[in-house]
C-alpha cells in the first residue's frame, strides 16, 4: 500500500500561485510514477500532470501546459505542482495519485492509478 497526503491548497487570486505537495509512505516512492488530477464541482475527474519515476519524463493537459510544473524529491517521498498565473477555471480539489511504473507511458485515465491521496482544494478568484 502507499499512503498519499496532499498539501498547499488554498485561495488565491487569479494571476497568482501555489505549490502543491504530496507526501508518500508505506512503499519505495521512487518505483511509482506520479500524477496529479483535479476535479471541480459537477465535473469528472480530469489529469493535470504526471512525472515518471525517475522524473525524467512529465507530462501535462494542455490547459495547463506552461504554467504548471511537476516535480519529485525521491529523497523525501514526495511530488509537487507548482501552478503559476492561476485563473478562475483553476478552481478544483487536487489530487495525487501513484502507480507502479515499470512501464508507465503517462497515462491520462483516473482508471490507470492504483492510489490515490484524500485531496487538497485550490480555489482562484477572479
Known amino acids: 500500500q502507499v499512503q498519499l497526503v496532499e498539501s498547499g491548497g488554498g485561495l488565491v487570486q487569479a494571476g497568482g500561485s501555489l505549490r502543491l505537495s504530496c507526501a508518500a509512505s508505506?512503499?519505495?516512492?521512487?518505483?511509482?510514477?506520479m500524477a496529479w488530477f483535479r476535479q471541480a464541482p459537477g465535473k469528472e475527474r480530469e489529469f493535470v500532470a504526471a512525472?515518471?519515476?525517475?522524473?525524467?519524463?512529465?507530462y501535462y493537459a494542455d490547459s495547463v501546459k506552461g504554467r504548471f510544473t511537476i516535480s519529485r524529491d525521491n529523497a523525501k517521498n514526495t511530488v509537487y505542482l507548482q501552478m503559476n498565473s492561476l485563473k478562475p477555471e483553476d478552481t478544483a480539489v487536487y489530487y495525487c495519485?501513484?502507480?507502479?511504473?515499470?512501464?508507465?507511458?503517462?497515462?491520462?485515465?483516473?482508471?490507470?492509478?492504483?492510489?490515490w491521496g484524500q485531496g487538497t482544494q485550490v480555489t482562484v478568484s477572479s
Open positions: 512525472i515518471r519515476r525517475s522524473g525524467d519524463s512529465t
Open positions: 508505506g512503499r519505495t516512492f521512487s518505483n511509482y510514477a
Open positions: 495519485a501513484a502507480v507502479d511504473g515499470t512501464y508507465y507511458s503517462g497515462s491520462v485515465s483516473q482508471h490507470h492509478y492504483d492510489y
